[in-house]
């Protein structure tokens, strides 16, 4: 028998005197108030601590189970997002759209005339004149 089920010990820490024989604890009411008001208080003290590492236990677990379903969520967004870090930005695409800036037509000497874009029958001749002259 271990101090915990002991009747004679469990009246000793309850504030019995010791020597008492074991027959006669039972016999006397008020060491079996004592024995049941001791017996009673740790059972009280160890069922509050159960329950406090069972309250413990079980938001531990469901916050894993919280974390794991947020995770499974989110989980189409992070490859999404994965998936479109090697895509241009809007930005970027709207400057890949963006025309050059137009340039000057220049004649060339030795080549045939160009004809001027949006104005029909005007051409850019090259006038040996003109260019030394400039």
Known sequence: MTTRTDP????????????IPRRGVMDDPVVLAMLLRTDTAFRSATFQAFLRQYRAHCWREC????????AEAWEPVRR???????????????????LPDPHTLQAT???PPIQIPGQPGKYLTYDQNRQTAA
């Open 80 to 98: 999404r997002l994965a998936e479109l870090r090697g895509q241009p930005t809007w930005a970027e695409q709207q400057e890949l759209r963006r």
């Open 109 to 111: 000497p030795g080549w």
């Open 63 to 70: 916050e894993a189970a919280i974390n794991r379903a947020e």
């Open 8 to 19: 004679e010990a469990l009246a000793h820490a309850a504030g019995a005197p010791r020597g």
